[in-house]
């Protein structure tokens, strides 16, 4: 299975003045990995988890965390 978060390393310039952020990062829907939507794909079992998810199928769910954070620790 594909991560849907990539990262990558922004070019930084000798003369630039801001401090540079080493990793950025950037999410990427689930659509992309899969083409065409294939015949019998599982469905969430109830009405209710298809809602809060926003689809019917979970294959295609993606959450929305804030990639920057690290799990646990609290934004200041």
Not at 60 to 65: A, E, G, K, R, T
Request: overall charge negative; glycine content about 6%.
């Amino acid at each position: 299975m594909h991560s849907h978060f990539k990262k990558w390393n922004p070019y930084v310039s000798p003369f630039d003045p801001c401090p540079p952020l080493n990793v950025k990062y950037y999410s990427t829907p689930p659509n992309l990995y899969i083409g065409f939507q294939p015949p019998g794909l599982p469905q969430y079992p109830n009405a209710s988890e298809a809602l809060r998810s926003g689809t019917l199928w979970p294959a295609l769910y993606s959450p929305y965390p804030k990639p920057n954070s690290v799990e646990g620790e609290e934004e200041s």
